[in-house]
């Protein structure tokens, strides 16, 4: 009998030095340092963007990823800067993408959404930069590294970024699994018959898009009713709607009180796990009024399924 536990020992000791001289496993995404944003080149676009990585991250499982869009004339780092997020990006473990829009305007940098006036009131045209080839080229890069779950993507912005993101949910459905648009949420472009619609030709995603959208009530630049000339055209709650119809919601849309000074507007039983949600801040204007801990959370319950009709 003694014989037999002497075996055991031995054995054990053997292969626990066998696991000691293992190497330690080799990190699977070497984006950058935890806690540090880093630039990050995209494949051959000749365009970087700066990529938060979450403190107290290895490295060793891919991680949701959150595109952070500035607004017009803004860039990545400035939006990154005044959002906040990157604190959020280090308390709950996502990686957080700060692209610069593709055309240089002022002192910064404006986005590409086809037929729709930039705050120069130029529309983009053939020779300008294609963000939207660009934000996926990008997703491509970070999953292809092993940094990211393709199936939690997810885009959020400020103002024109807002409209940036709405439009990557019309027009990347495959790819985003929620959106969070700041005093910009869209629903493709505005009707040239009604201005105070969007045009229902103009966003036709495959897949249903759970939305949330922050708003201010005082806003003069993107009213919340709508009336503000060609570039922002219908109101929040036009684009609201149209979302609620793209994603099949049944109920009856209800507006509830969720803290002082702050009303949600909440459209549900939606295909495929959707929903629809706008947080509008009544004493508030337009610039950043997003709740971070509340978007975050909102987003990273969504995951991108299968398409299912």
Partial sequence: MMRHAWSLHLLLAILAFFSLAQPAQAAICSIGESGQTVSVPISDSGRSMLVHVPAGYDGNRPLPLLFLLHGSTAT??????????????????????APDGGIPEGEGFVWNIPGVPTVTGAIPGPSDADDVLFIK??????????????????????????RMASWLGCVASDRLAAIAPVVGLRAGRQSMSNPDQPDPDSCKPDHSMPILAFAGAMDRTNPINGGAGARWGYGMHAAEQRWAALNRCKQAPTTSWIAPRIYEEYYGGCANGAEVKARVTTDAGHSWVADNEALWQFLSRHRREPLRK
């Fill in 137 to 162: 080229a990008a997703m491509d890069r970070l999953v292809a590294q092993g940094c990211v779950d393709p199936a939690r993507i997810y885009a959020t912005g400020l103002s024109g970024g807002g």
């Fill in 76 to 97: 990545g780092a400035t939006m990154l800067r005044e959002s906040g997020l990157t604190a959020t990006s280090d308390r709950h473990g996502f990686l957080l993408a």
